[in-house]
């Protein structure tokens, strides 16, 4: 089993930003990719970023890119979220996911990942 723990979330102004850094342990061996997700009020968990971990290639979000940067420490297994220009319809729930099986893509689907954090929230007021 792999454990993920999220932190960096918070309540901000339009046009700030922040970093979410996502910790995994247990299990991580044979990690093929780190995600984030986010969930909104009433709405269904959406694809926010991924990167692959051996070969450090990332994927983002259309709604979000050229704001937010995925990237990972290996040493310390986590992976983090660098969100500028944040906007009132940034706020979310957002959870880290690890997928262990290699694929041929990139992971971007919730049931492409088989372990997920618990949470943390990100409130952009504007």
């Known amino acids: 089993q792999a454990q993920l723990v999220e932190s960096g979330g918070g309540s901000v102004q339009a046009g700030d930003s922040l970093r979410l850094s996502c910790a995994a342990s247990g299990r991580t061996f044979g990690t093929y990719a780190m995600g984030w997700f986010r969930q909104a009020p009433g709405k269904e968990r959406e694809f926010v970023a991924t990167?692959?971990?051996?070969?450090?290639?990332?994927y983002v979000a259309d709604s979000v890119k050229g704001r937010f940067t995925i990237s990972r420490d290996n040493a310390k297994n986590t992976v983090y979220l660098q969100m500028n220009s944040l906007k009132s319809e940034d706020t979310a729930v957002y959870y880290c996911a690890l997928r262990t099986p290699h694929t041929g893509h990139y992971p971007i689907q919730v049931s492409d990942y088989n372990y997920w954090g618990q949470g943390t929230q990100v409130t952009v007021s504007s």
């Open positions: 990167i692959i971990w051996s070969v450090i290639s990332t």
